[in-house]
């Protein structure tokens, strides 16, 4: 039985705080950088203030994480301009797509659809428990017909890292 404010609890990505602060900081330090040397070469104008700052909050939303969020039944992504969010108790497909950016695409009945980097959820283990307990009831139900056995693989790799991490730490290995 599910308490009422069940549905609230969120579980959100540990080290968006620290990406979101470097990406900041990153984007602040060209603006300052750019502005300080057009300042010196003494060509500094009011229309190239406003054209190094846009340049500065471009980066910055380039270089801004998504935050990865998720609850009972749901798992969000909020990128710069929109929010997405699928339900992983009712997922129809998980795919995922290797290469140089590795990630997840998860698709949902509703018709929902969302990308998602794997290490995030490596990273996570209460995002990974919200996503892997969706996709439990998502197989229960019948509703997810491609991918179960790509989050296995997924699931299977999260635990060996971790057991590989526990053995580092206790000097085992």
Known sequence: MRRSDDRWARAGDRHWRGSARLAASCAALFGAMSLLVDWDAGSLTPP?????????????TVLLPPRVTAGPGWLAVRGPFRRRVVHTDTLTTVRRYDGVSSHLVLRDTYGHRLELDPRVLAANPLIWHELDTG??????????????????????????????????????S
């Open 48 to 60: 190239r203030v406003v054209l190094w700052l846009g340049l500065s909050a471009a980066l910055l």
């Open 135 to 172: 996709v439990r009831r998502s197989v229960e139900r019948g509703t997810l017909l491609q991918g179960a056995d790509v989050l296995d693989r997924l699931g299977h790799s999260i635990d060996d890292e971790a057991a590989r991490a526990v053995l580092r730490a206790s000097g085992l």
